[in-house]
């Protein structure tokens, strides 16, 4: 019996199941990305971003003739947007720092601070905004602190992406110096705290010594205004440029996309003379927030699919140890489950012999045909044992041309005393001329007895005088022997009909669930074929369809 067959096809049922996280597996090796930054993008991915891309652009194009127009006031804008692009930015520098505690990176780091950058000033320009919680400002003057925390909000955020693409380590190195990842995050934060206080503290508190952004009128902007937007759209525009000349990853794809949402809010400043509360103004501002929460979707998507992965393939190592486990201990059964029978029977006639030889006088009548037994079983036996060994090395093509119906005689002769103490009638009906079949007439005994012994387990339910098997031999009239195994058992049951021939499937409480699979596997590669015709209340029936002469695959 070939038992490596079988792992082979409890491992390929597996396989099927876990094909793409092994596959994943065999691909990275020790290079397995464990980050979204190292991560490279793939052509779908590409094609998403440009088309989101090209919207925002078609988008903006629509709006760029009424950017000007100045509709209605709506105080509850500022906070609302600004407060809901404050949490994601969070969220995102967040997810940042996380993906720098696994595979440090300097580059990491700067840019979450971007990130930390942009969420501080998006809030405390909110404070310093006009109408946005009270009439008045809660912070700065109602003029410039608001127009500066802008300037500031966009600046460091482009710096910080410039940073970031500049100083962009290779995958799965960490340059920083020899310190834990948090001390290394909580330097960071508290810097960028400092930074944060030090800029609102100038815009604020001495924001009469900077220059004027905006007249008396709030919606109307200064010359310097103008060009200051002009200078951030410039600068956004570097970021994007150097970004673009290194690694495209899926985090180097997705800023990409957020730095071309920010464009049109520097564009409707520096071209439209009437700011705030205009079409443009509010329509650039929505631009960022969808830019902004784009990134954090995706990472969040990504995270979730690069953990899946992870998680399938941790899975699929354990599974696979386990199995190693299983898949001895099954084997080790099968091969005592294999071997019980011609042992059986040897120890069963070797006691016989000895109680004629015993007796007074000696018994000699039947001593011929036990010892005949004996020498058959010992022929069985070591067959099995010479298949076992024959696993690990190529064998030769054993299989001859054979009688079916010899080969079921030999096995029901050497399974005559279990039927018999299990009190089953057997009936036999083979067709007179059957054609020689090709096979190997030792696997064929080791298929019947399997199904044979399985009917004989599955009628123990039943009476003792209901209990029938029945073997039918035929042929098809065109280049198959079929060969039928009948029990008068209780059936099996509908949702197990399917699994019946899946490795380690059992519904024996002591069974290995090889026994089954074990005769598909030998009879697929006759080139033959092993179903359940039939299995209802009245019992099962196991065909064996098996080529005529020389049609059947190799080994």
């Known amino acids: 019996m070939k038992l490596a067959e079988v792992h082979q096809a409890n491992f390929g049922t597996a396989r099927s199941r876990e094909a793409e996280a092994e596959d994943f597996v065999e691909k990275e090796g020790q290079d397995f990305p464990l980050i979204i930054a190292t991560m490279p993008a793939t052509e779908r991915q590409r094609a998403i971003a440009v088309g989101i891309v090209i919207l925002l652009t078609v988008a903006a194009a629509v709006i760029a003739p009424f950017a000007s127009i100045q509709v209605a006031r709506v105080d509850a804008f500022i906070p609302v947007l600004q407060t809901v692009l404050s949490v994601v930015d969070f969220i995102t520098a967040t997810l940042l720092l996380s993906q720098f505690s696994i595979q440090p990176q300097r580059a990491l780091l700067a840019l979450a601070s971007g990130y930390i950058f942009s969420g501080s000033f998006a809030f405390l320009q909110t404070l ?76 604020t508190a001495k924001v009469d010594y900077l220059p004027s952004l905006y007249s008396a009128n709030v919606t109307l902007q ?16 570097t970021a994007l440029v150097v970004l673009l000349s290194r690694r495209r990853t899926i985090l180097d ?36 927030l969808i830019g902004s929460c784009m990134l954090l979707t995706v990472l969040i998507i990504e995270t979730m699919f690069l953990y899946s992965r992870l998680a399938s393939a941790n899975i699929l190592q354990r599974r696979e140890r386990i199995n190693r486990f299983l898949t001895v201990d099954a084997v080790t059964a099968a091969i005592a489950h294999e071997l019980r029978t011609p042992l059986g029977a040897i120890a069963l006639n070797a006691s ?36 076992i060994r024959e696993l690990s090395k190529k064998t030769t093509d ?100 399917e699994r019946i021939f899946d490795p380690f499937f059992t519904t024996k409480s002591g069974g290995t669930g090889l026994g089954l699979a074990v005769c598909f596997t030998v009879v697929t590669n006759h080139g033959g074929k092993l179903r359940l015709v039939k299995s209802d209340s009245d019992g099962s029936i196991f065909e064996i369809a098996i080529p005529v002469g020389g049609q059947h695959s190799a080994e």
């Open 253 to 288: 794809l997705w800023l990409m996309v957020t730095l071309l949402a920010w464009m049109p809010n520097f564009l409707v400043a520096a071209l439209s003379s009437s700011v705030r509360f205009s079409i443009g103004w509010y329509a650039a501002r929505g631009f960022v």
């Open 398 to 497: 054993r299989r001859v041309l054979t009688h079916v119906e010899d080969v079921v005689r030999l096995v029901l002769r050497l399974l005559q005393h279990d039927l018999q103490m299990s009190a089953v009638s057997v009936a036999t009906e083979f067709q007179d001329n059957l054609p020689d079949v090709r096979l190997d007439a030792t696997q064929l005994q080791q298929v019947l007895v399997n199904l044979i012994k399985n009917a004989n387990d599955a009628m123990s339910s039943v009476a003792p005088e209901a209990r029938r098997l029945r073997l039918t031999t035929g042929f098809d009239g065109h280049s198959t022997v079929l060969l039928s195994v009948q029990d008068s058992g209780p059936g099996i049951l509908v949702e197990n009909r």
């Open 352 to 387: 016989t012999a000895l109680s004629q030889l015993r007796s007074n006088p000696p018994e000699l009548q039947e001593m011929d045909d036990i010892l005949s037994d004996i020498e058959a079983e010992s022929y069985h036996a070591a067959a099995i044992i010479s298949n």
């Open 128 to 203: 310093a905004f006009p109408g946005a919680y009270t009439p008045a400002v809660l912070i700065g003057d109602e003029f410039n602190t608001p127009g500066w925390l802008f300037v500031l909000w966009h600046a460091t955020f482009a710096t910080a992406i410039l940073v970031y693409a500049v100083s962009k380590d290779a995958i799965g190195v960490a340059t920083l110096p020899n310190r834990s990842t948090m001390t290394s995050i909580g330097i960071t934060i508290v810097c960028v705290a400092a930074v944060i206080a030090g800029l609102t503290w100038i815009a």
């Open 222 to 237: 200064t010359r310097f205004a103008i060009r200051i937007n002009l200078v951030l759209w410039l600068w956004d525009a």
